[in-house]
């Protein structure tokens, strides 16, 4: 609170008019009580100054800059009228106690040190005693999360009026640091424990719990679980579950372990009863009630019916009834103990899409998004395509928000689609470090734009939809530098157009050499029907082959130096995979077809067949338990004046993308050095079961098998090899990284090198 008081030489009553402003003669600072700031502080913080004008707007500044100091209690500003115009001012302030110093009591198991960051209570700063409450919750909140769920935390302000200043002391009782031994149930007859387990994040101990931060009761957590477990049951049907926070118990069968004991009292399950609508002219009944998927007699699932009723609302949506609304109403029946259900329909007329407006593009062009659009001038206003619409805009990931709705018209019959968006960030600049077991160290910066414009330098090359790529690569036994570009819609249709310019360097391929490749590729990529898209790409590379040791086998000599390939291939791609990383469900298959040289020129003559698919099961839903399979096979072959296919494109098996039991490349033909040489003909097979150790942990288990023939179209498995092992799949900024251990059971006499150790950062799938 502030005042401005002071003794008027005349006011404003005489009905004189006013004079010239009245000047400042002096402007004092007067401490009421303590001075622990001192004056150059206050005047710091001040713009009056003497012989200036009395100005009132000046005058409040100067009080509120002063209070968002946060060192006043009260500040208030006097005045003293002189002869002669003059006013005097006098600011009085009432300085807060300062902090003098901020001590910690009975913590042994933290530092005071780690305890003062969760504080902002600092010394010499001014003493809030709200902010010093917040900073005991902070405390706390802290030691619940080290597992001292029995901690306690007070706090005392010790004031010395004769300095102004206090001490300020947190008071800690910590109790033993307790971990979560077991959390049970009683009550739940009908719902499995497990199942409850898994609404909540509050869980026991376990392995992996430091790293996770699980295994540690937390208040606010707990609380939420229990909303969870209500939700949960009403999801079952149960609608009057009781799981009162008074019924829970917490009991210590020793001082650093707990158990929980949640007690359940499940009440009945309903079903739903009579299914009726109410209100529909457009459609019969018999037509509306095919529409609800929860029948008579199924578990009443209130979410279940909220879908059902957007799902009727939808149906009407299709046909441009937009404003058609549906409203539930649940009857419980007395005779059946179920729930009767009744749909209330209010119908509405029928639109059409008059024109679209879009906001909030800044950078985006109008036409990358109109062509994302289903729903278009003149078509009727069907919402379920607008839904489409918005989920399209929002998989572009060109914006943070995206909100497609109808929007009013002074036309009858007729609505606006009106699109409002929010720009998101498309461009990345990312710089990284990394290892492998196969290419060692490597440094790595990589620049990215998901929404480039290639001719547009004033907004930054950004807003087209297009899609650039730069990334450059060093490391101990591979180097790469990559320029990568797409127009996903050529000629405004729905036809890719890319390419690509790329050099690499790789060392751990052999120990007798290094192999260079430099090249371009361009492709048009199109959906073709479904989910099936297709690829036609054409590449050009120079592969050279040099560092050839003396000792290196003939065929490696032999191709030393560089070799000019000109390749067309056409691929067909469908993928229904849920998720690129950790895949729980879905398929993916590819067809690769490819020719190099012929009419194409270059120095090799070859034909590619390959074919690669994957699948993957879910099992149990449990810990997301999946049984993943992978098949592969290909053949090469030369024609014409090109005696073999060169050894650096034909297949080679091994290695943490392969048959993980055994070193990169060692799984095929080799000559007499144990050298691998490759072959012309590949099988693969992979079988993955993992599950959820605790997310994002995985623990894998799997078995690899494989052949490399030397001959083309020899798919005679007679010289497989094969292995199984165990590993972990977890995240590493950001990225999917693989933790594998491989154990070879049939294997040739070159390869025979015991069990290999893999990790590397990727998916194989």
């Not at 306690?152 to 008071?171: I, L, W």
């Not at 985006?364 to 607008?386: A, C, H, Q, W, Y």
């Not at 490597?442 to 004033?458: K, P, Y």
Request: aromatic letters at 12%.
């Amino acid at each position: 609170m502030a005042a401005v008081t002071g003794v008027f030489a005349q006011t404003a009553a005489s009905g004189q008019p006013p004079g010239p402003p009245a000047k400042i003669g002096t402007v004092t600072v007067k401490f009421v009580g303590v001075a622990n700031v001192s004056e150059q502080v206050v005047r710091a913080n001040m713009a009056l100054r003497e012989a200036a004008d009395i100005d009132e707007a000046t005058i409040d500044r100067d009080i509120r800059s002063l209070y968002k100091t946060g060192l006043f209690e009260f500040i208030e500003v006097k005045r003293e009228a002189l002869p002669g115009n003059i006013v005097n001012l006098v600011v009085e302030v009432t300085p807060k106690f300062r902090v003098l110093a901020v001590k910690f009591e009975g913590n042994r198991a933290v530092k005071s040190s780690r305890l003062a960051k969760e504080a902002k209570t600092v010394a010499n700063g001014a003493l809030d005693e709200r902010q010093i409450k917040t900073d005991s919750e902070k405390i706390f909140e802290y030691y619940q999360k080290q597992g001292y769920n029995q901690a306690q935390v007070t706090y005392a302000v010790d004031r010395d009026r004769n300095t102004g200043f206090g001490t300020v002391t947190f008071k800690i009782r910590e109790g033993a640091a307790v971990r979560i031994s077991a959390i049970k149930f009683v009550g739940n007859d009908h719902v499995k424990t497990r199942k409850l387990k898994k609404e909540m994040d509050t869980s026991s101990w376990h392995m992996f719990s430091w790293l996770t931060g699980g295994g540690r009761f937390k208040d606010d957590k707990f609380e939420e679980d229990l909303d969870k477990l209500r939700d949960y049951y009403k999801e079952q049907g149960f609608l009057d579950v009781e799981l009162a926070e008074d019924k829970v118990s917490f009991d210590y069968p020793s001082p650093s372990k707990l158990v929980i004991t949640i007690r359940v009292k499940e009440g009945r399950r309903y079903r739903v009863g009579d299914i009726t609508f109410s209100g529909s002219k457009l459609y019969p009944e018999t037509l509306l009630r095919l529409l609800p998927r929860q029948k008579k007699g199924m578990v009443f699932v209130p979410t279940k019916l909220d879908k059902d009723v957007e799902g009727i609302e939808d149906f009407y949506g299709r046909e441009g009834y937009l404003d058609t609304r549906v409203r539930l109403v649940r009857k419980p029946n007395l005779k059946t103990n179920n729930i009767d259900v009744e749909y209330q329909i209010t119908e509405s007329e029928k639109f059409q899409v008059e024109s679209i407006k879009i906001e909030g593009n800044t950078k985006t062009k109008s036409i990358v998004i109109i062509r994302e659009l289903v729903l278009g001038p003149g078509d009727v206003f069907d919402s379920v395509r607008m839904k489409i619409s918005k989920a399209r805009l929002e998989n572009s990931r060109f914006f943070d928000d995206v909100n497609v709705t109808p929007e009013s018209t002074n036309i009858p019959g007729r609505r606006n689609l009106k699109v409002a968006l929010k720009e998101a960030r498309t461009g990345n600049l990312t710089f990284g470090a990394g290892f492998s077991s196969l290419e060692k160290a490597v440094i790595f910066t990589e620049i990215t734009q998901s929404n480039f414009d290639l001719f547009n330098r004033r907004s930054f090359f950004q807003g087209a939809g297009q899609k650039f790529r730069l990334r450059l690569q060093l490391g101990s036994q591979s180097s790469e530098i990559v320029l990568a570009f797409e127009e996903p819609w050529l000629f405004q249709r729905e036809l890719a157009l890319g390419f690509q310019i790329f050099r690499s360097t790789s060392e751990f391929n052999s120990t007798f050499y290094t192999e260079i490749r430099t090249g371009g590729q361009i492709y048009l990529r199109k959906r073709l029907f479904e989910l099936v898209e297709g690829t036609l790409t054409y590449t050009y590379e120079i592969v050279d082959i040099k560092d050839v040791a003396p000792s290196a086998p003939a065929s490696i000599q032999g191709q030393a130096g560089q070799s000019k390939i000109s390749k067309v291939g056409f691929s067909l791609l469908r993928d229904t995979r849920n998720k690129i990383v950790n895949t729980t469900n879905g398929n993916r298959i590819e067809l690769i077809t490819e020719v190099a040289g012929g009419p194409l020129s270059g120095d090799v003559n070859y034909y590619r067949f390959e074919a690669k698919g994957s699948q993957f099961l879910p099992v149990f839903e449990f810990q997301d338990q999946v049984l993943a399979f992978i098949g592969r096979a290909g053949v090469v072959e030369n024609f014409g004046k090109s005696k073999s296919v060169p050894f650096f494109d034909q297949y080679f098996l091994g290695g943490p993308q392969t048959l993980r039991g055994f070193e990169f490349r060692e799984v095929g033909p080799k000559n007499s050095l144990g050298e691998p040489i490759g072959g012309k003909t590949y099988g693969f097979f992979s079988a993955e079961y993992s599950f959820d150790v605790v997310k994002p942990i995985r623990f894998a288990v799997f078995y690899d098998a494989g052949f490399v023939n030397l001959d083309a179209y020899d798919f005679n498995p007679r010289n497989y090899n094969d292995n199984f092992g165990f590993g972990l799949r977890l995240f590493v900024a950001g990225a999917p990284l693989s933790l594998d251990f491989g154990i070879p059971l049939t294997s040739d006499h070159f390869n025979k090198k015991g069990s290999q150790f893999n990790f590397s950062f990727g998916t194989r799938f």
